[in-house]
């Protein structure tokens, strides 16, 4: 559980603590007060990555040199953010390997921004995958990152003018190779969500959501590559891999993309991020704390009693709003609220 959070030139924040030690903690306030980034602060705690922007250093308030999270949990937690560099202490001690880093506080954050994985690029859906892994599957992320290496090895070398095919064909299985760790981790992630979707959706009397997952290359993964060279020589790219792959998110069988609404869409995301929670718990033996960012909006009454049954039973959860009028009695009741 997180009893405070202290944030240094953070996103809005000049120099600002929190008390946040109970079960459920409400932030309250108008629009732009600094409602969303408290949760974010917990997430880059988390993931080592904002779930609002690419480059970290963005959250650092008004061009300054750096923002500082410190976070007390069980453990002590500290992210300085810098423009020349980020550095990441867990009990004190700075960690140089994200991959040794990442995990030992684990969440799982709903907001706005997963609408995206119904109706957003495939970059976005991919970094679903890859971060939540990563978060569990330490030995996924190294086999990524060699992939993205020999990626970029790969795509230089098809830039030269003289291209020795032999040793293309040697860089391609090196990258065959982790491109099967990661699509196989991949696979058995989608398989075992879909296991918990499918009793969460029951429990929610809501449609069947599950996801399927889209590849650019067949089951012979070598010959794909060869089928595909003549391309990659033409455009200079590796055309297909894990880096091009995607993620569909269905709603009784269909893609949701072409049609859902916004209630649906927010209702299959958070019966996803449910999922997470039951995957997290069962993988790791930890409860994540659970972060909803103005999670009752555009649902209906039958919809927002479920969510709140769920959200009772959690360890920790933080909930932002701008108004409490929004929010559950029964919520209330044993919420504590901070208002900004």
């Known amino acids: 559980m997180i009893k405070k959070i202290h944030l240094t030139n ?79 202490f867990y009990n004190k001690k700075q960690y140089k390997r994200l991959a040794d880093y990442i995990g030992n506080l684990k969440v799982v954050m709903f907001s706005p921004y997963d609408l995206n994985l119904i109706n957003g690029g495939k970059s976005f859906k991919r970094r679903f995958l890859d971060l939540n892994i990563s978060l569990i599957d330490k030995s996924y992320l190294n086999a990524f990152r060699s992939y993205k290496k020999l990626l970029h090895e790969r795509n ?27 699509y196989n981790a991949r696979i058995n992630f989608i398989n075992e969500l879909n296991s918990y979707l499918e009793k969460i959706c029951l429990d929610m009397e809501i449609e069947k959501i599950s996801l399927s997952y889209v590849k650019t290359y067949g089951d012979d993964v070598y010959k794909s590559f060869s089928d595909k060279l003549r391309y990659d020589l033409l455009t200079k790219s590796t055309n297909i891999g894990i880096h091009r792959d995607d993620l569909d998110i269905l709603i009784n069988g269909k893609d949701s993309k072409s049609f859902a609404s916004e209630g649906q869409a927010r209702t299959a995301v958070l019966a996803l991020k449910l999922a997470l929670i039951n995957y997290i718990k069962e993988k790791t033996g930890v409860e994540p704390i659970v972060l909803l960012d103005d999670v009752f909006a555009a649902l209906d009454n039958t919809r927002i009693v479920k969510i709140t049954n769920y959200i009772k039973g959690f360890k920790q959860a933080f909930i932002t709003t701008t108004s409490t009028l929004g929010i559950p009695d029964e919520l209330l009741e044993k919420s504590l609220v901070i208002r900004l």
Request: glycine share 2%.
């Open 156 to 182: 230089e070398y098809l830039k030269q003018e003289n291209i020795d095919k032999k040793l293309l064909e040697v860089i391609t299985k090196s990258l065959i190779k982790f491109l099967l760790d990661v």
């Open 10 to 88: 953070f996103r809005c924040f000049e120099n600002i603590s929190f008390n946040t030690y109970n079960s459920l903690v409400i932030f309250s306030g108008k629009n732009a007060t600094g409602k969303s980034s408290t949760l974010e602060s917990i997430f880059i705690t988390s993931t080592t990555k904002s779930y609002r922007e690419n480059d970290l250093d963005l959250v650092i308030k008004d061009n300054l040199d750096s923002a500082i999270i410190d976070i007390e949990a069980d453990k002590q937690f500290k992210v300085v953010i810098s423009k020349e560099g980020n550095s990441f």
